[in-house]
């Protein structure tokens, strides 16, 4: 569920290099998946209930409210949504909404992690503003596309997997990582770090892979099936 977070336990003795502010015991997070992108990625992914005041509420939920229930929650640590999957020009609505949400929390002496989805994508609205990316999705076995699993399609799939290995994909994900980091985030928490891919590339880098590892190129196993 949403809200308090106590069970972050991160301890510094096992983390190099983690800032005093994050190390255990040092912080009381709370964390909230808001905003145009995220009521976009809601809709999208067959989880909305189709009130329309609930949309407008959470669609400009990163307000002065917000801010004052972090304080009276003694809370010095925030999570917001940066990128769930939309291109550039779908997040920027949003990073513009964030962007003035941290400049107000650090007034407060509050830390802000911005959520981005590492794979995730919205083909339709990413490969129409970003047509680069259109052979960037993951493939499975058989070529097709591999669709985000954790959503309800009731017809049309909205979400694609995209491969971490495609240069052109590291490039774009690197694009909104800097303007957060312009915007003032504190730290990132990345979601949707796994691969199901068998495009060419990633064929490619098992069979090097396997060529260092055991002296002998081996192609890369279909998945087994349950």
Same mark, same amino acid.
């Given at each position: 569920? *949403?809200? $308090?977070?106590?069970?972050?336990?991160?301890?510094?003795?096992?983390?190099?290099?983690?800032?005093?502010?994050? *190390?255990?015991?040092?912080?009381?997070?709370?964390?909230? =998946?808001?905003?145009?992108?995220?009521?976009?990625?809601?809709?999208?992914?067959?989880?909305?209930? !189709?009130?329309?005041? +609930?949309?407008?509420?959470?669609?400009?939920?990163?307000?002065?409210? !917000?801010?004052?229930?972090?304080?009276d929650l003694h809370v010095n640590w925030a999570a917001v949504v940066w990128?769930?999957?939309?291109?550039?020009?779908?997040? @920027?609505?949003?990073?513009?909404?964030?962007?003035?949400?941290?400049?107000?929390?650090?007034?407060?002496? $509050?830390?802000?992690?911005?959520?981005?989805?590492?794979?995730?994508?919205?083909?339709?609205?990413?490969?129409?503003?970003?047509?680069?990316?259109?052979?960037?999705?993951?493939?499975? @076995?058989?070529?097709?596309?591999?669709? =985000?699993?954790?959503?309800? =399609? +009731?017809?049309?799939? +909205?979400?694609?997997?995209?491969?971490?290995? /495609?240069?052109?994909?590291?490039?774009? $994900? /690197?694009?909104?990582?800097?303007?957060?980091? *312009? @915007?003032? +985030?504190?730290?990132?928490?990345?979601?949707?770090?796994?691969? /199901?891919?068998?495009?060419?590339?990633?064929?490619?880098? !098992?069979?090097?892979?396997? /060529?260092?590892?055991?002296?002998?190129?081996?192609?890369?196993?279909a998945l087994l099936k349950q």
């Amino acid at each position: 569920p *949403e809200g $308090i977070m106590p069970e972050l336990n991160n301890d510094s003795r096992r983390h190099n290099g983690l800032p005093r502010w994050a *190390e255990r015991g040092r912080f009381r997070g709370f964390y909230r =998946y808001e905003g145009p992108s995220e009521m976009a990625t809601s809709i999208l992914s067959g989880r909305w209930d !189709f009130r329309p005041e +609930t949309l407008l509420r959470r669609v400009n939920y990163y307000g002065d409210p !917000f801010i004052k229930e972090l304080k009276d929650l003694h809370v010095n640590w925030a999570a917001v949504v940066w990128s769930p999957g939309f291109s550039h020009a779908g997040d @920027a609505v949003q990073w513009a909404m964030v962007q003035e949400l941290i400049r107000k929390l650090h007034r407060c002496r $509050i830390k802000v992690t911005t959520y981005v989805s590492l794979t995730n994508a919205f083909w339709q609205e990413t490969f129409e503003a970003e047509p680069g990316l259109k052979d960037c999705y993951q493939r499975d @076995a058989n070529g097709g596309p591999v669709p =985000y699993m954790a959503a309800i =399609y +009731t017809g049309v799939v +909205t979400r694609y997997l995209m491969c971490m290995n /495609r240069r052109e994909w590291r490039d774009y $994900i /690197r694009y909104k990582l800097d303007r957060a980091l *312009e @915007a003032g +985030t504190d730290s990132f928490f990345f979601d949707n770090i796994f691969s /199901r891919c068998f495009c060419e590339v990633c064929r490619e880098k !098992f069979r090097d892979y396997t /060529r260092q590892v055991y002296g002998e190129a081996y192609e890369m196993p279909a998945l087994l099936k349950q």
